[in-house]
């Protein structure tokens, strides 16, 4: 049975997908001054496999970039002091790092797996300078800030309590918190903490610089097939995390993931993120990407991310998603549930063998659902290249590496949206907060 509140988030600027299509673009051109060029998939086909760790190669710039090792980028706590970085946990005592203190990501994820972080009503808006909207969402905004304390930039998500109620999304705002909470991941988004004043809720999470995979994929029109392998493989070393930990992410596409500095994926956006050991009926997502169980009303589980999957890597490679049309949901839901997919020519057989067992309505044979789980999935041929391990530790170069300097709150990356003219942080009434007492 559907539950209430049921929603769809709309995918970005389909517009613009509008436009491509029109344009004739022969798909088989790759864009010349396209940021994700031929010669990126040389060297990242070298890079996937077993070259040295300390590989340098020529990046997508022409220039050389050096990857050494996964703790390059080490998060800190917005209310940490100067210089001192706190590993994991932003309420531990500062750990001095030159003490032989280091971890490797995939050491930090056993110890995580049971581990939450306290992070209620650690921050107030006093903590923090906002500045310029990062983004924009179906129920908020994101804006770029910078901690008084430590001086370092963060990215809060602001919910406005009054809409989210509306929306009949405080379960799923709820979850949102909950989930981010739980996890620790190199390619999920980290959460530092959550406050909230009489009329807004706040989630403070690292700032990621590099801007969104969407951006970048329409700059390139779409990916080489060893770039789209890249991301795909690093989305699904994170959808397996999840999964281990039952936890459905449910709203997989471009917008959703960010790169950081270097050029790795951050998933962000757990909007409808939410534990499910089972099966669960909620509708949401985004049209393009629903699985045609959800968009059936049918009672689904954790393989509509391996649909979604599908879809993505479907999107990287051919610039579109493979039920667009002309922007009409219910024309997407009618060709979702139809199910034919068109392979355009230049799709590599392996990567179409890959995208036909995932997007198939049949559960009995979608890769990931099946005895292995998303083991299937990571031994597929089309990976058969990637060193699983290496890619975990952010050992394998990535395809580009985002025009950004590091650490100075640069948000040139991002799409520039009209800014909020409410004021945060107004006292007043505070009719909802009852909804939110995690936050
Ligand atoms: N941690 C972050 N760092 C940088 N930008 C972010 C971050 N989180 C989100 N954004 C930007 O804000 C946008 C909206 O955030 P998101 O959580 O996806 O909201 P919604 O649930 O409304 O889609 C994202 O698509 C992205 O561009
Ligand atoms: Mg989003």
């Not at 590989?55 to 706590?77: E, F, R, V």
């Not at 699904?236 to 709203?251: F, G, P, Q, T, V």
């Not at 044979?365 to 789980?373: A, D, I, S, V």
Request: hydrophobic fraction near 35%; charge should be neutral; charged fraction near 25%.
């Amino acid at each position: 049975m559907p539950t209430l509140g049921s929603v769809f988030k709309k995918k970005k600027k389909d517009k613009e997908a509008t436009r491509l299509k029109e344009s004739g673009v022969n798909p088989d051109t790759i864009v010349e001054d396209s940021p994700v060029t031929p010669s990126t998939e040389r060297s990242l086909s070298q890079s996937l496999g077993s070259a040295p760790s300390t590989a340098t190669t020529a990046n997508s710039h022409g220039g050389l970039s050096t990857i050494t090792s996964a703790t390059s980028q080490t998060p800190t706590s917005p209310i940490a002091t100067g210089g001192q970085a706190e590993k994991d946990h932003p309420m531990t005592t500062p750990v001095n790092e030159s003490a032989g203190h280091s971890r490797s990501d995939s050491q930090t994820l056993q110890k995580a797996e049971n581990a939450v972080r306290a992070t209620k009503g650690k921050y107030t808006l006093q903590d923090f300078n906002f500045q310029r909207t990062l983004g924009t969402g179906s129920f908020g905004r994101v804006h770029l800030v910078q901690s008084k304390h430590n001086l370092r930039f963060y990215a809060v998500k602001v919910l406005k309590k009054a809409q989210v109620v509306k929306m009949k999304q405080v379960e799923h705002t709820n979850d949102e918190r909950r989930m981010l909470q739980r996890v620790k991941h190199p390619f999920l988004i980290t959460l530092w903490g959550t406050f909230q004043d009489a009329k807004n809720l706040y989630m403070v999470m690292d700032f990621i610089e590099g801007g969104e995979l969407f951006s970048l994929l329409r700059k390139s029109q779409r990916f080489p097939n060893p770039v789209a392998k890249f991301y795909a493989a690093e989305v699904a070393l994170a959808l397996d995390y999840l999964h281990s930990m039952n936890i459905i992410y449910r709203d997989l596409k471009p917008e959703n993931l960010l790169l950081d500095r270097h050029g790795h994926l951050k998933i962000t956006d757990f909007g409808f993120a939410k534990e499910v050991p089972d099966i669960t009926w909620t509708l949401c997502g985004t049209p393009d990407y629903l699985a045609p169980e959800v968009v059936a009303s049918k009672g689904y589980n954790k393989s509509v991310d391996w649909w979604s999957l599908g879809i993505l890597i479907f999107e990287m490679l051919c610039g579109y998603t493979p039920f667009w049309d002309g922007g009409s949901p219910m024309k997407i839901y009618e060709n979702i549930l139809r199910g034919r997919v068109k392979y355009p020519a230049y799709i590599h057989p392996d990567a179409m063998n890959l995208l036909q067992q995932l997007i198939t309505p049949d559960l009995t044979k979608r890769l990931g659902n099946l005895y292995h789980g998303s083991r299937s999935v990571l031994e597929h041929p089309w990976f058969a290249e990637v060193n699983w391990e290496r890619l975990l530790s952010k050992q394998i170069e990535p395809p580009y590496v985002p025009p950004v300097r590091g650490g100075i709150g640069d948000a040139s990356l991002f799409d520039k949206y009209p800014e909020e003219t409410e004021e945060y942080g107004k006292d007043g009434p505070d009719q909802y907060g009852h909804f939110f007492t995690d936050f």
